[in-house]
């Protein structure tokens, strides 16, 4: 082989040689820009997985949250319920206190000019039907209405009190 020719050989091939480095260089520019793109998706996904895994633990919180609000709500309930019923007792305690405070005060009584006809029967005062006060109430009564004697609590001597007295009276003593 000549020379020249042998010159020529090694010349293509040196051509070759560099077509060939130069394709393999932009395979590797090409995958590597691949394997980046990969690995920065694998990034994104582990920051929606973390995203979710704390998204999650948050809903779980808000849920164990929840049930604790809610078992205090039932329990604020129930102790309301419990808050009206002695209302309810006390209203009615105080209600029996009012009714019996009129008669156990210093009895106010009615002057005997204003009294037409008896507190109870409401029949018109006449020279037949006198008028009488019950020593506990006050109220002017007929006699037919205030025909019983009673000692008072402020008073151990029996004294004319109306019906509606005498029962209070009876109920009061009997119970003590
Ligand atoms: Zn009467
Ligand atoms: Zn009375």
């Known amino acids: 082989m000549k020379l020249s020719e042998q010159l020529?050989?090694?010349?293509?091939?040196?051509?070759?040689?560099e077509r060939d480095a130069k394709t393999e260089?932009?395979?590797?520019?090409?995958?590597?820009?691949?394997?980046?793109e990969?690995?920065?998706h694998i990034t994104q996904l582990q920051q929606q997985l973390e995203?979710?895994?704390?998204?999650?633990?948050?809903?779980l919180k808000i849920q164990n949250e929840n049930q604790i609000l809610k078992k205090k709500?039932?329990?604020?309930?129930?102790?309301l319920e419990e808050v009206g019923k002695q209302l309810q007792d006390s209203k009615l305690?105080?209600?029996?206190?009012?009714?019996?405070?009129?008669?156990?005060?210093?009895?106010?009584?009615?002057?005997?000019?204003d009294a037409v006809e008896c507190h109870q029967c409401s029949k018109p005062f006449s020279v037949a039907r006198r008028k009488h006060h019950c020593r506990c109430c006050g109220e002017i009564f007929c006699s037919n209405c205030s025909n019983n004697e009673m000692p008072l609590p402020s008073n151990k001597k029996p004294?004319?009190?109306c019906d509606s007295c005498?029962?209070?009276?009876?109920?009061?003593?009997?119970?003590?």
């Open 38 to 40: 990969q690995q920065e």
């Open 51 to 59: 995203n979710t895994r704390q998204t999650s633990n948050a809903s």
């Open 73 to 79: 709500c039932s329990d604020y309930e129930l102790s």
């Open 166 to 176: 005498q029962a209070y009276l009876l109920e009061r003593y009997s119970a003590t």
């Open 25 to 36: 260089k932009e395979w590797r520019t090409t995958l590597q820009k691949l394997i980046d």
């Open 159 to 161: 004294v004319r009190v």
């Open 93 to 113: 305690e105080v209600d029996g206190l009012k009714e019996n405070t009129g008669r156990l005060k210093e009895a106010v009584w009615t002057s005997d000019k």
């Open 8 to 17: 020529t050989d090694v010349e293509r091939q040196r051509i070759t040689s």
